[in-house]
């Protein structure tokens, strides 16, 4: 099984359209990210686990999961880079391939020693296009499989029923 660890803000920091809407709506860039992501596991069947730091703010570590992605806000004092660090730790084994994404260049690092692959934001940016890309393609696909009748009939047939369906 592939688990993909997000440092959610670091990604939010590092996609342009997150960019700007965090600017403007941080908690909606958040969501979007989430959004995001439920999309990444839809068409990967990879488990995803969104990682949000919360050290600044008083209280315990909250796990929620939204879309199917698994979302943590660390606890009080805590990183997301620690937390993640520890999910690595944890998740880590013989069936498990775990992804970090993140751009923080000694996080990076620090999973990669322990076992992780890491993937950059751009690199995760790149691969969500060309997810949507497919996407995109099977949708059209479908839409032109199911206009498509499954009898053929001949030219007049279908003048003939076209006259018909107009009440001619």
Known sequence: MDVLLVDGYN??????????????????????????MAEYKAFTGTRV???FDAHFVPGAETKTSESRVEVIYTREKETADERI???VSVLKNVRTQIYVATSDYTEQWTVFSQGALRKSARELYIEMQNIDRQIAS?????QQQTR?????????????????????
Request: glycine share 4%.
């Open 11 to 36: 990604i939010i920091g590092a996609w342009p359209d997150l960019q700007a809407l965090r600017n403007t709506d941080f908690s909606a860039a958040r969501d979007k990210l989430i959004s995001r």
């Open 49 to 51: 686990i969104i990682v």
């Open 138 to 142: 099977k949708v059209q696909d479908q």
């Open 85 to 87: 660090e520890r999910l």
């Open 148 to 168: 498509r009748s499954t009898i053929t009939f001949s030219d007049e047939v279908t003048k003939l029923f076209e006259k018909w369906r107009r009440g001619q």
